[in-house]
């Protein structure tokens, strides 16, 4: 009798064994997210870790700074910058060709303060007279967004026009804060950061013949410590089972 109990006590250990990830097997992943992707992995990292055993740890911020980082060096195993600075990154042999992939894409739009009055954007003369009629306008300067913001300013010939308006901050944090606390009228930003601000809103979305879209990309480091768990989280990302989520934050598969 005592032998059976034994016996399945053994057996009932081994089967809690069985049910749970291998720790020798789970892989510390070192992510480099930009702030376009931020609400989608934010949800995406945690479901992945539940069903590979994988620990996501994830620094967020603009991808611009992140591929100087990546270029000064910088040790990480997966990163999600916009496509021209993961193919710049494959060419200079930072980053793995054959692990490249595009995960989703989000176009931009006009935040307010929440209760704020909306523009009207409807038109690209609209559009126009909306920032020209603004008090003041802010941006991030280095990011994907502000560069593609100051580039149609550029083209809509308003640029001289705005300039005493606009208000370009190094990164959507300060965009945010500034838009939240009264200190910027509108800001510019990729919807997926404008639907994650506590205390703002969507004004708008820029017009669909000047829209830009922010496309976000990814590739794992060629000196990647955890290769085959990163790859394995591109995946999670790319599979069709994720798109709910990037739906619901603002983007859109390619």
């Known amino acids: 009798m005592k032998i059976n109990r034994l016996m399945y006590a053994v057996a009932f250990v081994l089967l809690l064994a069985l049910g749970q ?17 931020k609400a989608v992995f934010e949800e995406l990292a945690p479901q992945f870790e539940r069903s590979s055993g994988h620990k996501i740890v994830v ?23 916009t496509p021209a600075a993961i193919d710049d990154l494959i060419k200079s042999g930072k980053m ?45 300067k280095e990011g994907a967004s502000g560069v593609a913001f100051a580039s149609l300013v550029d083209r809509l010939k308003i640029a001289d026009a705005l300039k005493a308006k606009l208000k370009p901050t190094a990164s959507g944090e300060e965009v945010n804060d500034l838009v ?15 639907l994650a601000v ?18 976000m990309a990814t ?6 410590k955890q290769p085959m768990a990163a790859r394995d989280l591109i995946k999670f ?18």
């Open 96 to 140: 793995a060709a054959d692990s490249r992939a595009v995960i989703a894409r989000t176009g931009l739009g006009i935040m307010i303060r929440s209760g704020a009055s909306k523009p009207d954007v409807r038109t690209t003369d609209s559009f126009k007279k909306a920032l020209l009629d603004s008090q003041s306008i802010a941006y991030a």
């Open 180 to 194: 939240v606390k009264g200190g910027a009228q509108y800001g510019i930003l990729p919807l997926s950061e404008i």
């Open 198 to 215: 506590k205390g703002a809103e969507l004004g708008g979305m820029f017009p669909s013949d000047v829209q830009t879209y922010i496309t």
């Open 59 to 81: 620094k967020f911020g603009l991808a611009a700074n992140f591929k100087q980082q990546i270029e000064a060096g910088e040790v990480f195993d997966l990163a999600i910058l």
């Open 21 to 37: 990830p291998n720790s020798a097997s789970a892989a510390e992943v070192h992510v480099l997210c930009s702030n376009g992707l």
């Open 237 to 254: 990302m790319v599979a069709p089972a994720a798109t709910p989520v990037i739906k619901a934050k603002g983007m859109e598969r390619n």
């Open 219 to 224: 590739a794992v480091s060629s000196k990647a």
